[in-house]
Every structure is written in C-alpha cells, then in structure tokens.
C-alpha cells in the first residue's frame, strides 16, 4: 500500500513560489514527513522534515496539517535549478530503509 | 555541508568482471548504505552498516558482498557482475540513533555488457 500520494506532475513559474501537496492519511503517531528530491541523474538530495509543527529551512517550507494526514512543500522562490522530482515519505526516523514512491516531477519554467 | 562522494560517475564492466564501488563520507556519520535505483521499481536497499565491520542485508543482497573497514568508507562490491545488475548505485549516510536524515552521494550509473 502506498503510504503517500502525490501529484505525478506540475509546473511553476521561475521566480514564484511551488507549493507541493503531499497526502499521507494513514500516518501514524511516530512517522515523520520527509521531502527529499532528485535533479536528473543525481543522487537524491535532501529537503526537510518534519512531526507536526510547521518547519523552515534555507531550501523550503514544510506546512503540516493539524491532523497530519497531509502537507505541502514550498519553495519560495523557484529557479530553473529547483527542476526535478520531488518525493514525499512517511517514516520513523530509526527506520533504516528509505523508500520513494513516483514522487512528483516539478518543471520550472522560465 | 554533509559530503558523501562515489568513486565513479559512470562505469561500464563486462560481463563475469568483479567491480568494487567506494563511498566516503565525511560527516562522522555511524551507518552506511547502498541502494540501487531502477525505473518502475524505486529505491531498493542492498546492504547497509551500523558501524565498522558491521553489516545488514537489505531487501537484495543477493550477487553483492559489502565491506566497511574504515567508518567514513563503504564499499559495494559485484563479485561476478552480470546485465541485470545494470544500475544507478546510490550511497548514503546517516547518524547513529536520534536524527536519522539519510543523505546521498552523487550515484555512480553502471552498466555492464
């Protein structure tokens, strides 16, 4: 069963803010939200994670809903280089194995 | 910045060739991991390592043996590669316990004839 759902694709604008959504209805108490993406042929690159609480760091933003069952990534600012695919996981942090779903292929456009 | 970096970017063997693929990282970080990435079927864990000399079967450690001697290297090695194991290889690190945020080298893009 897929524990995440997200768009197969969307295409942003160069310069306006990406807003990615993310549903994860069936998350439990102890998963995180993760968002990781990866650029053509590149190894994977991490974003952000987060629990319940909002977060921000350099890269993004990571809105969660107050019952968790979704969330949304944001890039504020979106360059041609934000172009990739972007994934969206549910895990416990002491869960070795990683797993990505189709994820969502981002297009900036300029 | 956490570094981790592959040996190679791309590599072609041929078939029966035994070929060792290196990671290092650089952040101190306790576990190690190599995945393989192939169209359709996502990310799959091989082996992984909690600390040196320490190794985990993952989900297909089959036709791969690993090695870890030292903590910021990890190895994967292909005893006798073969066209099915025609991949992107992808290592990562984390920390031991707490704050589990895998990252990943560049991946290096294997292809065996």
């Known amino acids: 069963d897929a524990k995440t759902t997200q768009p197969p694709s969307m295409d942003c604008a160069e310069g306006r803010a990406a807003n990615l959504p993310c549903n994860h209805s069936?998350?439990?108490?102890?998963?995180?939200v993760y968002w990781y993406r990866q650029i053509h042929s590149q190894g994977p690159q991490y974003i952000i994670h987060?629990?319940?609480n909002n977060e921000t760091n350099e890269m993004a933003s990571l809105i969660i809903t107050e019952d968790r069952k979704s969330s949304t990534l944001i890039l504020p600012h979106a360059t041609l280089r934000d172009t990739a695919v972007y994934y969206c996981?549910?895990?416990?942090?002491?869960?070795?194995?990683?797993?990505f779903g189709a994820g969502t292929t981002v297009t900036v456009r300029a | 910045d956490v570094k981790v970096t592959q040996s190679s970017r791309y590599l072609v063997k041929r078939t029966g060739e035994k070929v060792f693929l290196e990671c290092v990282q650089d952040m101190d970080h306790e576990n190690m991991f190599w995945y393989r990435q192939d169209p359709g079927l996502g990310l799959r864990l091989i082996y992984f390592s909690y600390d040196v000399k320490m190794k985990e079967k993952g989900d297909i450690p089959e036709g791969y043996s690993v090695s870890r001697e030292k903590k910021e290297r990890f190895s994967l090695i292909l005893e006798s590669a073969s066209t099915n194991q025609t991949s992107m290889y992808l290592c990562a690190s984390s920390f031991g316990g707490g704050s589990e945020t895998q990252y990943f080298g560049p991946g290096t893009r294997l292809l065996v004839l």
């Open positions: 069936t998350i439990s108490g102890n998963e995180y």
């Open positions: 987060g629990l319940k």
């Open positions: 996981i549910v895990r416990v942090t002491n869960d070795y194995k990683l797993s």
